[in-house]
C-alpha cells in the first residue's frame, strides 16, 4: 500500500525498485503499489521489480513518468522464487543508453526477464504484465527472456514507439541476461554477444504486440530486425508498424535466437 508521486531523482543504482527482499519473509508481499508523476534518471534500472522476489510482487501501476538517460528503463528481473503478476506500466517517456558493463543493463527500454540468480535458486514466473503508451528512444530493444518455457505469460506491448539509435561511446550489440549463476552474479556469463533487434522475445508464454511501431536512426551494422522471437508460444501481431534496420539485409519478423 505504498504511494509515490511526484518525485525527481537521480541515482547511480535503481531510482525505484520493488522487492521482496530475503531476510524479510516476515513481512509478507509487495503488492498495491502505485508510482507517479516521476522523473527518473539511474545508471541502472529507472523503474523495476526485482532482482530479490522470495514472495509474491503484485498489482503495481507506474503511471505517467519520464525517464532519461538511463541503463534500463522499465525492468522486472525476476531471479527468486517469488513470482510478479498484475503490472501496469502506461504513459511513460523512456530514453536509455548504454553505460559501462559494471552496471547491469545495455540500454534496454524495457526488460522481463525471468532466470535463477544461483545454482541454489529455482525461479517463480511473470505474469499479467501490460506496457501501455510507451515512448521509446533507446541504444537497445526491448528484451523478454525466459530461462525455461512456463516462467513467462501473459504480456501486452500496446501502443509501443519505439526508435533505436546509437549515440553513447559504449560497445553495442549486447544483451545483459545478469544476476545469473556463475561468479559475481554470473558477470562472466551474463554479458553475451548478440545483435539488436527492436523486440527481442525468447522463451515465453503469450505476447502480443498491439499498434507497436519501429522506426530506426543511426543504424550501426549490428541492428537487424523489428521483431525476433524463438520459442513464443503465442505470438501476436495486431496492427504492427516497423521494417529492418537494413530491409535488404534482413527481414521485419525473423524467428530465431
Known amino acids: 500500500n505504498v504511494r509515490i508521486s511526484d518525485c525527481s531523482i537521480q541515482a547511480g543504482d ?132 525466459g530461462w525455461k518455457p512456463g516462467l513467462i505469460d501473459q504480456i501486452l506491448f500496446e501502443n509501443v514507439h519505439l526508435q533505436l539509435d546509437k549515440w553513447s561511446k559504449w560497445k553495442g550489440g549486447k544483451l545483459d541476461l545478469r544476476p545469473n549463476p556463475g561468479a559475481h552474479n554470473g558477470y562472466n556469463q551474463g554479458v553475451i554477444e548478440h545483435p539488436t533487434s527492436a523486440f527481442m522475445l525468447y522463451n515465453a508464454g503469450s505476447i502480443t504486440l498491439r499498434n507497436c511501431q519501429v522506426s530506426w536512426k543511426n543504424k550501426p551494422s549490428y541492428f537487424h530486425h523489428a521483431v525476433q522471437y524463438a520459442q513464443v508460444k503465442d505470438l501476436r501481431l495486431e496492427h504492427f508498424n516497423g521494417e529492418a534496420a537494413d530491409p535488404d539485409r534482413y527481414a521485419a519478423i525473423e524467428q530465431s535466437w
Open 14 to 145: 535503481d531510482a525505484i525498485c520493488v522487492k521482496t527482499t530475503p531476510g524479510f519473509e516476515r513481512y509478507g508481499i509487495s503488492e498495491n503499489i502505485t508510482v507517479t508523476g516521476c522523473h527518473l534518471v539511474s545508471t541502472s534500472s529507472a523503474l523495476v521489480l526485482g532482482c530479490e522476489v522470495r514472495q509474491t510482487i503484485r498489482n503495481v501501476i507506474f503511471e505517467a513518468c519520464v525517464i532519461q538517460s538511463s541503463h534500463r528503463g522499465m525492468s522486472i528481473n525476476l531471479s527468486q522464487a517469488g513470482s510478479v503478476e498484475n503490472v501496469l506500466f502506461s504513459n511513460i517517456i523512456v530514453e536509455t543508453r548504454i553505460f559501462h558493463d559494471d552496471w547491469w543493463g545495455c540500454g534496454e527500454p524495457i526488460y522481463i526477464k525471468a532466470s535463477p540468480w544461483t545454482d541454489m535458486d529455482s525461479c517463480g514466473q511473470i505474469r499479467n504484465i501490460r506496457l501501455t503508451n510507451i515512448l521509446a528512444h533507446s541504444e537497445n530493444g526491448v528484451l523478454v527472456y
